[in-house]
């Protein structure tokens, strides 16, 4: 699973990402504070010379404005991307403010007790724009979590729509207008996958392509399964057809999106499996990068690794969440696998062809997470050696099996597992990067610092980092970057020709 909140206002930013809030030791995520906001005109996303040969017989605008805030993983960015397109293509207009909008959307996340919260204290933010007469609607897992209860605790709110029922926003919308009140969209069972002619891409680069989404797996602790529903995947012939587009568009760089990726399962004749696809995608004219994310370990075959290690255009980087180190609490968090199968999955990766870099994410704090449990992820961490790790505290959510589970751990408790844990990975990361010092990575440059002369990018390995060059204009090139310093939580260099 992907899930790193980051609050995204309007229209996108510099690195089409805003400055990632993470856990303390992560590398991997994290951006400079850029300055120029990316504002991919809409004529470059369709390839038509203007909006009317885009959308013919649609006037922009005439439908009204929208101003759309996600705060959540890189689903609901992705989500947000399409839903934006839907709207573009059906006469609304994107505004860069609330204040310029007449309906104003929010994609919420609802993974952690905290995210949550944000959600509420934002759309009391809105409430007085309700007044002004604009519509406010609510998407994505608080909408689909809360449901109908929405309106009651934010009466503001006109519109709750959860992510599986997208593509009926047009109809939803056109409902308000004829003069309902109130309208949501919470069907999850569907076999439906949201595709749309027009995605309104936040980066001019990299682009997401979601291929699975919703989750069959059943952790626990996890909203996922309730609020995104049952998985589905979309037809390979689909997913190759919009690479080739976002190919021809001039994008190089494409990021494989599902809560589960690699449980991927081509719906067509075909049946290609998720290696094949990824090696598919590699082979489109005009890709240089393949992302996935997230896996899951329980779905990840030999055949992935041995895809890596064939394809270069395959990032050489997995995110694979473990969860805990202990096979105790693995088995109560229902995650599929035990500490041992987890590291074989880890050997095999290791026997790539290639130096795989390898990412986690870790929940502390677990009810009935003994100390010795706990101590059991921490030599975890000393046996992977990850690259990166995101960290969590337990958090209790509505609607998940482990929320009735007794032997709470305290937050404070759970607080000083988590400083431990991540004081230890910032140690394994420190000597890792150190030994970065004087290699060379290609560096898909994605933003320029403030301070002159800096530049920010990612290597294959999804390690991000800032270096210095002469050259004026490098944005969304490829360059050779040298390592010349390394901190835990990132590399410094220098571009070398
Ligand atoms: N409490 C804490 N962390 C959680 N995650 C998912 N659900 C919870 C929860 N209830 C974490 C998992 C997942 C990541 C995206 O968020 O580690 O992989
Ligand atoms: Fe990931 Fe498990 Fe949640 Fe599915 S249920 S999204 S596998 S953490």
Same mark, same amino acid.
């Given at each position: 699973?992907?899930?790193?909140?980051?609050?995204?206002?309007?229209?996108?930013?510099?690195?089409?990402?805003?400055?990632?809030?993470?856990?303390?030791?992560?590398?991997?995520?994290?951006?400079?504070?850029?300055?120029?906001?990316?504002?991919?005109?809409?004529?470059?996303?369709?390839?038509?010379?203007?909006?009317?040969?885009?959308?013919?017989?649609?006037?922009?605008?005439?439908?009204?404005?929208?101003?759309?805030?996600?705060?959540?993983?890189?689903?609901?960015?992705?989500?947000?991307?399409?839903?934006?397109?839907?709207?573009?293509?059906?006469?609304?207009?994107?505004?860069?403010?609330?204040?310029?909008?007449?309906?104003?959307?929010?994609?919420?996340?609802?993974?952690?007790?905290?995210?949550?919260?944000?959600?509420?204290?934002?759309?009391?933010?809105?409430?007085?724009?309700?007044?002004?007469?604009?519509?406010?609607? %609510?998407?994505?897992?608080?909408?689909?979590?809360?449901?109908?209860?929405?309106?009651?605790?934010?009466?503001?709110?006109?519109?709750?729509?959860?992510?599986?029922?997208?593509?009926?926003?047009?109809?939803?919308?056109?409902?308000?207008?004829?003069?309902?009140?109130? %309208?949501?969209?919470?069907?999850?069972?569907?076999?439906?996958?949201?595709?749309?002619?027009?995605?309104?891409?936040?980066?001019?680069?990299?682009?997401?392509?979601?291929?699975?989404?919703?989750?069959?797996?059943?952790?626990?602790?996890?909203?996922?399964?309730?609020?995104?529903?049952?998985?589905?995947?979309?037809?390979?012939?689909?997913?190759?057809?919009?690479?080739?587009?976002?190919?021809?568009?001039?994008?190089?760089?494409?990021?494989?999106?599902?809560?589960?990726?690699?449980?991927?399962?081509?719906?067509?004749?075909?049946?290609?499996?998720?290696?094949?696809?990824?090696?598919?995608?590699?082979?489109?004219?005009?890709?240089?990068?393949?992302?996935?994310?997230?896996?899951?370990?329980?779905?990840?075959?030999?055949?992935?690794?041995?895809?890596?290690?064939?394809?270069?255009?395959?990032?050489?980087?997995?995110?694979?969440?473990?969860?805990?180190?202990? *096979?105790?609490?693995?088995?109560?968090?229902?995650?599929?696998?035990?500490?041992?199968?987890?590291?074989?999955?880890?050997?095999?990766?290791?026997?790539?062809?290639?130096?795989?870099?390898? *990412? *986690?994410?870790?929940?502390?704090?677990?009810?009935?997470?003994?100390?010795?449990?706990?101590?059991?992820?921490?030599?975890?961490?000393?046996?992977?050696?990850?690259?990166?790790?995101?960290?969590?505290?337990?958090?209790?959510?509505?609607?998940?099996?482990?929320?009735?589970?007794?032997?709470?751990?305290?937050?404070?408790?759970?607080?000083?597992?988590?400083?431990?844990?991540?004081?230890?990975?910032?140690?394994?990361?420190?000597?890792?990067?150190?030994?970065?010092?004087?290699?060379?990575?290609?560096?898909?440059?994605?933003?320029?610092?403030?301070?002159?002369?800096?530049?920010?990018?990612?290597? *294959?390995?999804?390690?991000?980092?800032?270096?210095?060059?002469?050259?004026?204009?490098?944005?969304?090139?490829?360059?050779?970057?040298?390592?010349?310093?390394?901190?835990?939580?990132?590399?410094?260099?220098?571009?070398?020709?």
């Amino acid at each position: 699973m992907l899930l790193r909140p980051t609050l995204h206002r309007g229209l996108p930013n510099a690195n089409g990402n805003a400055p990632s809030q993470q856990s303390r030791a992560g590398v991997l995520n994290c951006e400079l504070g850029m300055s120029k906001p990316f504002d991919i005109e809409l004529e470059r996303l369709t390839g038509q010379a203007s909006y009317s040969e885009a959308f013919p017989g649609v006037d922009a605008g005439q439908r009204g404005t929208f101003f759309l805030e996600t705060f959540g993983c890189q689903m609901n960015d992705h989500d947000s991307e399409k839903v934006a397109g839907l709207l573009l293509s059906r006469g609304y207009k994107q505004a860069e403010t609330p204040e310029a909008a007449s309906l104003i959307l929010y994609n919420t996340c609802s993974i952690r007790e905290k995210a949550a919260q944000k959600v509420f204290s934002q759309l009391g933010e809105y409430r007085e724009r309700q007044t002004e007469g604009k519509v406010i609607g %609510v998407l994505g897992c608080m909408a689909q979590q809360e449901g109908e209860d929405l309106f009651k605790r934010a009466p503001w709110v006109s519109l709750v729509c959860g992510s599986a029922s997208y593509s009926k926003l047009p109809e939803m919308l056109a409902q308000l207008e004829s003069g309902n009140q109130r %309208v949501t969209g919470l069907d999850t069972d569907t076999d439906e996958t949201f595709e749309t002619e027009v995605t309104r891409r936040d980066n001019p680069w990299r682009a997401y392509l979601t291929i699975i989404e919703g989750c069959d797996k059943a952790c626990s602790y996890c909203v996922v399964p309730f609020t995104r529903g049952p998985e589905r995947s979309r037809a390979s012939d689909s997913i190759l057809r919009e690479v080739r587009q976002l190919a021809e568009l001039g994008y190089s760089e494409v990021q494989l999106l599902g809560q589960t990726v690699n449980s991927y399962a081509d719906p067509t004749a075909r049946k290609t499996r998720f290696s094949e696809l990824l090696l598919a995608v590699a082979d489109v004219e005009g890709i240089r990068r393949v992302r996935f994310t997230t896996s899951h370990p329980s779905d990840f075959t030999p055949d992935i690794v041995e895809a890596i290690g064939r394809e270069l255009k395959i990032c050489d980087h997995v995110h694979l969440p473990v969860q805990s180190g202990s *096979t105790r609490v693995l088995r109560a968090m229902q995650r599929t696998y035990s500490r041992e199968e987890y590291l074989e999955k880890i050997a095999m990766i290791r026997s790539a062809k290639r130096p795989i870099a390898i *990412t *986690t994410d870790i929940i502390v704090g677990f009810p009935g997470e003994r100390e010795s449990e706990f101590e059991e992820t921490l030599s975890l961490l000393d046996e992977v050696q990850y690259d990166s790790m995101f960290s969590f505290k337990y958090s209790p959510r509505p609607n998940t099996p482990s929320l009735s589970m007794s032997d709470s751990i305290s937050e404070e408790e759970k607080g000083r597992r988590l400083a431990i844990l991540q004081d230890k990975q910032r140690e394994i990361q420190a000597a890792k990067n150190a030994k970065l010092v004087g290699e060379r990575f290609e560096v898909l440059v994605s933003g320029k610092s403030r301070r002159e002369n800096q530049w920010t990018g990612y290597t *294959t390995s999804h390690r991000m980092i800032n270096f210095a060059s002469q050259e004026s204009e490098l944005l969304g090139t490829y360059v050779q970057v040298r390592v010349t310093g390394a901190t835990p939580n990132g590399l410094v260099g220098e571009h070398v020709t």
